[in-house]
């Protein structure tokens, strides 16, 4: 069950068959990511028309099962609505075929400064 964005009657609708947490609205699409009971990301397509709100059927959105941490939201999506920022579970990395890339900025302060009069 997941709360109706603005606009819509307050109200509550089924969108999931199973346990779905962490909903998440998409700001670049009319989508609800959530974490599916098999730990992948879900995402249900929605359309909020006055006091109406339905939704299509439950899809895999990740076909990687992400790693649940201590925090509150396992995952969180990018402006885009193209990427998702997540921990993978993986047991055996030598079989992890999705791409990973990681951007780290190092002095993040001091390159702010010299480019800042």
Partial sequence: MCP??????AGRW??????????????ASS?????GEDHRVMAVHYTAKGDSFT???PRVWS???IRRTGSSKPFDIAADGKQL????AVDDPANFKCPVHVTVLLNFFDELKRRLP
Avoid at 85 to 88: A, E, H, Q, S, Y
């Fill in 85 to 88: 920022v997540v921990i993978p």
């Fill in 63 to 65: 076909p990687v099962a």
């Fill in 55 to 57: 939704v299509d059927k």
């Fill in 31 to 35: 989508d609800l990511l959530c974490l």
């Fill in 14 to 27: 089924q969108i999931s068959l199973g346990q779905a947490r962490f909903p998440t609205w998409s700001r």
């Fill in 4 to 9: 109706a964005k603005g606009g819509v009657a």
